[in-house]
C-alpha cells in the first residue's frame, strides 16, 4: 500500500476531540491494529505499562499479548526480530525508548532494515515502523535527548519523518504502518503533551510533503518536529519588528519535500533552517546545500542554520542554552543585509 | 601480559567429547555414547553422501574460479560438509534457512542454481536467488545479525499458528557478537521455533576460538539461556542430521529453541585474500584432512554394501555435470543495467532518486553535463 493512500475504511469516524501527541499517536496505533490483523507491537515496556510515554496505553489490554509484547531489553535485538516478522508477513511497529537507546540497533537498522530491499531487487520488503522518541527540552538526563536524525537520513533505503502536532502525528504515523518500506518515526519528546483537537481518523498531507504552516513574505523559517513550535513563535514575535517570516514544517526529513521548500524560498529569498541537533554534518547542512544548489539565483542571502552547538546535549540545567530560541533566531536573520 | 588469562572453572570441568554416531575410521560407536539419539537409516545416509559429495565438487570448482580471478570472491566451505548438508537435509519445505556468506553449499543442497548462488560472488548484484521459492533468506554477511531474522520469523510464524521452523547457520566467531546473544536470549525468552546450528570451524579468520570466549564449548552456553545445547562431531554427518532433526523435531511441536555446535575445520582458506599459514600448522590442517566428513561416510557405507562402485560413479557423474553447469554459467554474459541501481531502494519512486537516475542515463549517453545544466536553467 502507498503510503498516500486513503485510510482503510473500518476505523470508525469519530467527534472532534481534544489529544495529546501522545494519546494520537496511540490512536494510530490503536486504529491500524483494528483495521490490519498482521500489525503487531513490540518493545520495552511497552505492553502493561503502556510504554514510558504510554503512547501504548491500552493496546496491550486491548489486543492481547500476541499482538501487544513487552520484548528482552536489547535494541539489535527488537529491531532484528522485526525482520524476520516482517519476511514473514507481519507489520511490526516497534518502540526504541530513547534516541540514545536506539544505537545498539544501528547495525540492524543501517545494514538491513534499509538494503534488505535492494539487496533482494525487491522480492523482499520490510514494513517496519522504528518508533524513536527524540529530542530535549524535557529536563532529561544523559542519553535521553538526542536527536539522532542525521544518522537516519543519511542512510539511503530509510524513509524518516516527524510530525510537530497530534492531528499529523496520527495521521503520519497511520501512513507510516501502511508504507511497505521501512520507516524512522521520529517523535518529539518535548511535544508529547501538546494538545489540540483532533476528528479522527483525520487525514492531513501525505507522509512525504512538507507543509506550510505560516504564510510570509521575507524569510522562509523551516522546522521539523520540536523546532516547528519554536518556529512559529519566532514569526508571531517577529511581526512586531516588521518580518513576515513563512513557517514549513518538513515532516518529511527523507525524502525531503524539494518542492515545497523550493518554492518557498524562491517567493522569500531567504532562508534559515532550525533542529535542536548539533550543526556539523547535521541535516541542516544538507537543506542549505540542496537549497542552495537548486535556488542560488533567488537568494538574496546565505542560507542560516539556527541549531544545537556542537556539543554533547547538556544536562537538564544547561539544556535552555543550547536550544534555538525565538530570540536567538532573530538575531542570526538580523546578521544578513537587508536592503 | 596476555588478555589470556587461565580460567579456573575451564580448567577444572572435564573435557567435553562431541558427540558422534560414526567416528574417524567409519565405525559406528556403541549405544552407550551416541547420547540416545539413532544412527539415521542406510538410505537417508547414503542421500547425505550424495550430496556431501555434490557439494564438495561445487565448492572446489567455484573456489578454483576464484583463483582464475573470475569471482569477485567465494568463502569456502570444504571440509564443513556434514554441518551444511544436514542442516538442509533436515528441513522441511515450509521451514527457512538463514545462511551465513560461507553456507553456499547449503543453498546450492537446497535447490538454489549455481547461476543464481554465484549472481553476488561474481559482483551483478548483493544477492540473487529467489527467497520465497527456497525459503531461504540472503546470505547474511554481517556476523550474527541473521540469527535474529530467523528468531523473528520463527516467531511470526508461531503467531500465525504455522508449523514452520526457521534454522540458522553461524560459525564460531559469530558468537562473540552481541546479536548472537540477544537471538539466542530473545528465541528462548519467545519459545521460538528455531535452531541455532554453529559451525565451530576453530577459527574467525585468524582467530582460534580460545581467544573468542573462556568457556569449554559453545554448546555449554545454552544452558545460560534456559534451552538445550548440543555438542556434536561436526564432520559426522550421521550425529549432525540426527541432532537436528530432533531440534527441528522439539521446534515444531512447541518446546522452543536449541543450539547445536558442529565441531568441523576450515580446510581451505576464510577467503581468497587470506593467508592461512601466518596463523595455524599445516600438521594442523592435515590433521583435519584425515578426519574428513566425506571419507568417514564412505568408510561406513562401502561396509554396509550401500555404496556400490556403480552407484559411486553415477554420484561423481552427477558432481561433474554440476561442475560443468558451474563453469558454464561464468561464460554467459552477466546483464547489469546500471539503471537498474535505482529501482529497488524503496517502494515508491523518489523525486531526487529520478533526477539522480537521469543524471547517470545523460552520463551513459555521453551528456551528463547536459542534464544538469538542464536542471538549473529549468530553476532559475
Request: with cysteine; hydrophobic share 40%; net charge negative.
Amino acid at each position: 500500500m502507498s503510503p498516500n493512500q486513503p485510510l482503510q475504511t473500518g476505523t470508525a469516524v469519530r467527534a472532534p476531540e481534544t489529544l495529546t501527541m501522545a494519546a494520537a499517536l496511540n490512536a494510530a496505533i490503536h486504529d491500524a491494529m483494528v483495521d490490519d490483523p498482521t500489525v503487531v507491537l513490540f518493545g520495552e515496556d511497552i505492553g502493561p505499562l503502556g510504554g514510558v510515554f504510554r503512547v501504548t496505553d491500552g493496546l496491550y489490554a486491548e489486543f492481547g499479548e500476541t499482538r501487544v509484547s513487552d520484548s528482552p531489553l536489547a535494541e539489535a535485538g527488537i529491531v532484528g526480530t522485526a525482520i524476520g516478522m516482517a519476511m514473514y508477513g507481519l507489520r511490526p511497529v516497534v518502540e526504541m525508548q530513547f534516541d540514545a537507546f536506539s544505537y545498539p540497533a544501528f547495525q540492524q537498522i543501517v545494514s538491513h532494515v534499509a538494503k534488505m530491499r535492494n539487496r533482494t531487487r525487491g522480492k523482499i520488503q520490510l514494513p517496519i515502523v522504528i518508533r524513536i522518541p527524540y529530542a530535549g527540552d524535557i529536563g532529561g538526563v544523559e542519553h535521553h535527548s538526542d536527536s539522532s536524525e542525521a544518522y537516519w537520513t543519511a542512510t539511503p533505503g530509510l524513509t524518516v519523518v516527524s510530525p510537530s502536532n497530534p492531528a499529523d502525528a496520527y495521521s503520519m504515523l497511520r501512513g507510516a504502518i501502511a508504507s511497505d518500506d521501512p520507516v524512522i518515526f521520529m517523535e518529539p519528546k518535548s511535544r508529547y503533551w501538546s494538545k489540540a483537537s483532533v476528528a479522527l481518523p483525520v487525514q492531513t498531507e501525505p507522509l512525504d510533503r512538507a507543509v506550510v504552516l505560516r504564510a510570509g513574505t521575507d524569510v522562509t523559517l523551516i522546522a521539523y518536529g520540536p523546532t516547528v513550535k519554536t518556529a512559529l513563535a519566532t514569526a508571531a514575535q517577529a511581526v512586531t519588528e516588521g518580518l513576515s517570516i513563512e513557517v514549513i514544517d518538513l515532516r518529511s526529513l527523507s525524502p525531503f519535500d524539494d518542492e515545497t521548500v523550493g518554492a518557498s524560498v524562491q517567493k522569500t529569498g531567504r532562508a534559515c533552517i532550525v533542529h535542536e541537533a548539533a550543526q556539523f554534518g547535521g541535516y541542516g547542512a544538507e537543506v542549505a546545500a540542496r537549497l542552495t544548489e537548486r535556488n542560488f539565483y533567488y537568494l538574496a542571502a546565505p542560507i542560516l542554520r539556527v541549531t544545537g552547538f556542537d556539543i554533547p546535549y547538556p544536562s537538564p540545567k544547561l539544556e535552555e542554552y543550547y536550544l534555538p530560541t525565538p530570540d536567538r533566531i532573530l538575531a542570526a536573520l538580523s546578521t544578513w543585509e537587508w536592503s | 601480559m596476555s588478555l589470556n588469562v587461565e580460567n579456573p572453572i575451564m580448567t577444572t570441568m572435564p573435557p567435553a567429547p562431541p558427540l558422534r554416531l560414526i567416528d574417524d575410521l567409519g565405525h559406528t560407536v556403541p549405544h552407550n555414547e551416541s547420547g540416545g539419539f539413532t544412527l539415521p537409516a542406510v538410505g537417508t545416509l547414503l542421500s547425505l553422501y550424495r550430496q556431501m559429495v555434490i557439494a564438495r565438487r561445487f565448492d572446489v570448482q567455484v573456489t578454483a574460479l576464484t583463483r582464475q580471478g573470475r569471482l569477485a570472491t567465494y568463502p569456502s566451505a570444504l571440509g564443513q560438509e556434514a554441518c551444511e548438508i544436514a542442516a538442509v537435509a533436515a528441513l522441511d519445505p515450509q521451514d527457512w534457512l538463514f545462511p551465513t556468506y560461507r553456507d553456499s553449499i547449503a543453498l546450492l543442497t537446497r535447490g538454489v542454481e549455481p547461476k543464481d548462488i554465484l549472481a553476488s560472488f561474481r559482483g551483478d548484484w548483493h544477492s540473487g536467488y529467489d527467497y520465497h521459492t527456497h525459503r531461504i533468506a540472503p546470505q547474511a554477511t554481517p556476523l550474527a545479525t541473521q540469527a535474529l531474522h530467523a528468531v523473528g520469523l520463527a516467531t511470526a510464524a508461531k503467531l500465525k499458528r504455522h508449523d514452520t521452523v526457521a534454522l540458522t547457520l553461524l560459525g564460531d566467531g559469530a558468537t562473540s557478537e552481541g546479536d548472537a546473544h540477544e537471538a539466542f536470549n530473545f528465541a528462548a525468552v519467545w519459545q521460538a521455533p528455531v535452531v541455532f546450528v554453529v559451525q565451530n570451524n576453530q577459527f574467525a579468520i585468524s582467530v582460534p576460538l580460545d581467544k573468542q570466549m573462556a568457556c569449554r564449548t559453545i554448546a555449554d552456553k545454552a544452558i545460560g539461556y534456559g534451552m538445550p545445547g548440543y555438542y556434536v562431531d561436526g564432520n559426522d554427518v550421521a550425529a549432525m542430521y540426527a541432532v537436528i532433526s530432533a531440534a527441528m523435531d522439539r521446534a515444531r511441536s512447541g518446546g522452543g529453541p536449541t543450539l547445536i555446535e558442529g565441531l568441523t575445520y576450515r580446510i581451505e582458506a576464510h577467503t581468497n585474500s587470506d593467508d592461512p599459514t601466518r596463523y595455524r600448522k599445516a600438521a594442523d590442517v592435515d590433521l583435519w584432512r584425515h578426519r574428513d566428513p566425506i571419507e568417514r561416510l564412505e568408510k561406513y557405507l562401502v561396509a554396509q554394501g550401500a555404496l556400490t562402485d556403480e552407484v559411486r560413479a553415477s554420484i561423481l557423474a552427477a558432481a561433474e555435470e554440476l561442475a560443468a553447469t558451474t563453469r558454464d554459467c561464468m561464460t554467459e554474459q552477466a546483464v547489469v543495467d546500471p539503471l537498474e541501481l535505482f529501482e529497488h531502494v524503496y517502494s515508491t519512486p523518489r523525486t531526487a532518486l529520478a533526477e539522480q537516475r537521469a543524471f547517470l542515463a545523460a552520463e551513459l549517453d555521453g551528456d551528463a553535463v547536459a542534464s544538469v545544466v538542464a536542471r538549473e536553467k529549468s530553476t532559475r
